[in-house]
Antibody, heavy 126, light 105 residues
């Protein structure tokens, strides 16, 4: 059974940093790309970032503006999102999600999300 | 930009719901749909415009191409009342529509 469990959320002051984790089980983590998607309270979904199966390729939403870094540790089946210079409008539930795309020896993301973790809430407030 | 309409759709159980999603530029058939029930995680329903994800009932169907897309839910069940999001993955950045809430009439 595929499981994605996020952690690391909490209340943080504007301008500070936070690192989110996503522990994965139930599939070969090192074979698939992974995404972060966020959802502000009462709002819609917003894609944040993607990382390739081997960590070589990373793409970010424009609003990230160099403040976030997506990374992964395939030996520990864990995805990360390092967030710095946090702003109040970064307040959201952050979900990790698996990209189902796979091709041998390459990065072939499907760029849709399945499945999703349960999310971790990040609140940026003074 | 992805635009979903209507924002809220009131439907009686057993009826059909038709949800629309419009892209500001062509996305081919690279559209996915997700369902999010209150307090729950989003769930993939459909990808590539019309391919149902594993375990998704046949009453959910998708259609369209280019800039106009539709999610149809036939014979609405009580568990189908939720918010539905479309997402394009033809262009970077990946973007979602604002969602359509399907509520009980």
């Amino acid at each position: 059974q595929v499981q994605l469990v996020e952690s690391g959320g909490g209340v943080v002051q504007p301008g500070r940093s936070l690192r989110l984790s996503c522990a994965v089980s139930g599939f070969t983590f090192s074979t698939y790309g992974m995404h972060w998607v966020r959802q502000a309270p009462g709002k819609g979904l917003e894609w944040v970032a993607i990382i390739s199966y081997d960590g070589r390729y990373r793409y970010y939403a424009d609003f990230v503006g160099g403040r976030f870094t997506i990374s992964r540790d395939n030996s520990n089946n864990t995805l990360y999102l390092q967030m710095s210079s946090l702003r109040p409008d970064d307040t959201a539930v952050y979900y990790c999600a698996k990209d189902p795309g796979y091709c041998s020896g390459g990065f072939c993301p499907s760029n849709w999300f399945d499945p999703w973790g349960r999310g971790t809430l990040v609140t940026v407030s003074s | 930009v992805m635009t979903q309409s209507p924002a809220t759709l009131s439907v009686s159980p057993g009826e059909r719901a038709t949800l629309s999603c419009r892209a500001s530029q062509s996305v081919g058939t690279k559209i996915a749909w997700y369902q999010q029930k209150a307090g729950q995680t989003p769930r993939l329903l459909i990808h590539t415009t019309s391919t149902r994800a594993t375990g998704i009932p046949a009453r959910f169907s998708g259609s369209g191409s280019g800039t106009e897309f539709t999610l149809t839910i036939n014979t609405l069940q009580s568990e189908d009342f939720a918010v539905y999001y479309c997402q394009q993955y033809n262009n970077w950045p990946l973007t979602f529509g604002g969602g359509t809430k399907v509520e009980i009439k």
